[in-house]
């Protein structure tokens, strides 16, 4: 009984001692609480802003490439360098992903003047390759591939209102508008509709957009190579758009090359510039130069007009531009001496969008889209170049002329690791192009559940050695659900008949016969995350 008394008193001493404290922990936790409660913001921080772009395909087509090398990273023109050849026995089947991340900081103590801006670019097909690096694998068993290709990293400041100054790696688009709050379809349907640039670019831009007005001017090094050296490739800009109503939208533009690389620097083996064989991927035209230095300028002057140009205004839509490109090429012995003018250039593009919306959503409307560029029938025996030039000489891609509807016949966006066609350059390989495509689409369920078929034809102003002026005529159709906002399954389809321009050997890939009319289908999911 004592030692009960005893284990008591120590008790009651003990729980003496604990109470303040425990009196203190509680109060030092409500504080706590009390100082999380208010260190939560009412509205979420905007500082930092994530968007990523998913997409994932299951593709089944009749064309591939026969150089295994590639493993079936392949851009450019179908049967050119590229070595991509068609089959009516082989059918490619399989399964390609791709994921772009954004993140968009913009600090608050800058009260909205700096932006900083990064994008990344993580693709495979499936199955391809594990535990290494490079871009454009990743997805076989394992994984563990080293692969996060770098897009934009670039600064934006705004100095005052309407001003902004781009700084860095970013978007290189031959249009008026801003590049970062566009969305894209305005890009591939309006100014020059990415044809002439539309890729990413090291430099800065600096622009004005009120209202009514948009002013851009840009300088870009597209290679540097020797820093010591004269031996680099710079773009210049100089771009505008003033807006005549709330309808009607006209502008112009001048765009300079300055290549004084003879070639030097470029994609992995295939190089850069006129005499590379990077045109002949691209399908651009290659210019027989020879071994010996070049240096070049080449400009580029346009207009380009629209009406209604978001297709909500009323139910007509009208866009076009036109662009020449004009400069000279000086070459000088290899060993040694001066230079002299070796080719002209002087190249003309043409072209003319229209639609009319029907029914209730932009979804229900039929459009038109024709191209014309001009083509060169000796070459350079008369010492000028009478086709057009675009960003295809020097990047892989960087002119993408994709949104007209068409798949085979002209380049499709909806591509990873393989985007090819018979007319990837609207040079088309220096002969030249008259075409179009035609395309009714059909909102099944209004904003909902989406449908289109449409053709697409052309034909060449110059023929190939061997062949004819007609390229083809290609048939597609697509039906979308969207499953939720910017998130959607769809399915694609197309097949081109090759017309005689594919009987020459130089453009078929040098097969003594027609090659197998190609084809392609597809099933994709797509998601915008933001």
């Not at 038109?368 to 086709?387: C, E, H, Q, R």
Request: hydrophobic content about 35%.
């Amino acid at each position: 009984m004592r030692q009960l008394y005893t284990f008591q008193a120590y008790l009651f001493y003990l729980m003496l001692f604990l109470l303040p404290a425990a009196s203190n922990a509680q109060e030092n936790s409500n504080n706590t609480f009390r100082a999380v409660d208010s260190a939560v913001p009412a509205r979420a921080n905007k500082e930092l802003q994530v968007y990523c772009y998913f997409y994932t395909q299951g593709v089944a087509a009749n064309w591939f490439p026969k150089n295994d090398f590639l493993k079936g990273q392949i851009v450019g023109r179908l049967y050119g360098a590229n070595t991509t050849t068609t089959s009516d026995s082989l059918t490619a089947y399989y399964a390609e992903q791709r994921a772009i991340p954004f993140f968009v900081y913009q600090p608050k103590i800058f009260d909205g003047k700096a932006t900083l801006r990064a994008s990344f670019e993580i693709d495979w097909t499936w199955g391809d390759a594990a535990y290494g690096s490079g871009g454009n694998f990743g997805s076989a068993i394992s994984a563990d591939q080293v692969n996060l290709q770098t897009q934009n990293l670039e600064m934006e400041y705004r100095p005052a209102k309407y001003w902004s100054v781009n700084i860095g790696l970013q978007r290189l688009y031959d249009t008026p508008h801003d590049l970062y709050r566009t969305l894209f379809d305005k890009f591939a349907t309006t100014g020059y509709r990415l044809a002439y640039w539309g890729t990413d670019g090291v430099g800065i831009s600096v622009r004005r957009e009120s209202d009514y007005t948009k002013l851009k001017a840009g300088y870009y090094k597209l290679y540097e190579n020797n820093v010591e050296l004269k031996d680099d490739v710079t773009l210049v800009e100089l771009t505008g758009q003033q807006n005549l109503g709330d309808t009607w939208n006209v502008g112009a533009s001048a765009y300079w090359v300055s290549d004084n690389s003879s070639g030097k620097g470029g994609v992995s083996i295939l190089g850069q510039g006129l005499p590379s064989i990077l045109t002949s991927y691209n399908g651009a035209y290659r210019f027989p130069l020879g071994a010996d230095p070049y240096r070049a300028d080449i400009v580029w002057l346009g207009g380009f007009f629209s009406r209604n140009e978001d297709f909500m205004r009323d139910r007509f839509l009208l866009s076009g531009f036109v662009n020449y490109n004009l400069g000279t090429v000086e070459q000088r012995p290899e060993s040694g001496g001066s230079y002299r003018k070796t080719v002209d250039i002087s190249g003309l593009s043409a072209n003319l969008r229209g639609g009319y919306r029907y029914g209730q959503t932009p979804g229900d409307a039929i459009t038109a889209d024709v191209i014309f560029t001009t083509g060169d029938s000796d070459g350079l025996a008369d010492g000028t170049y009478n086709g057009v030039i675009t960003g295809n000489t020097w990047g892989t891609p960087a002119g993408i002329y994709i949104g007209h509807g068409g798949y085979m016949l002209f380049p499709h966006g909806n591509v990873v690791n393989r985007y090819v066609s018979a007319v990837s350059d609207i040079s088309n390989i220096g002969y030249g192009i008259a075409g179009g495509t035609l395309n009714l689409a059909k909102d099944i369920i209004p904003n909902k559940l989406h449908s289109k078929i449409g053709t697409a034809f052309a034909f060449s102003p110059v023929a190939p050695n061997g062949g004819g002026n007609v390229l083809g005529v290609e048939g597609n159709a697509k039906v979308v659900y969207d499953l939720g906002a910017f998130m959607s399954i769809e399915g694609h389809a197309a097949y081109l008949s090759q017309g005689d321009f594919f009987d020459a050997p130089s453009v078929n890939g040098d097969s003594a016969t027609r090659p197998t009319n190609p084809w392609i289908a597809f099933l994709c999911f797509r998601w915008l995350i933001f």
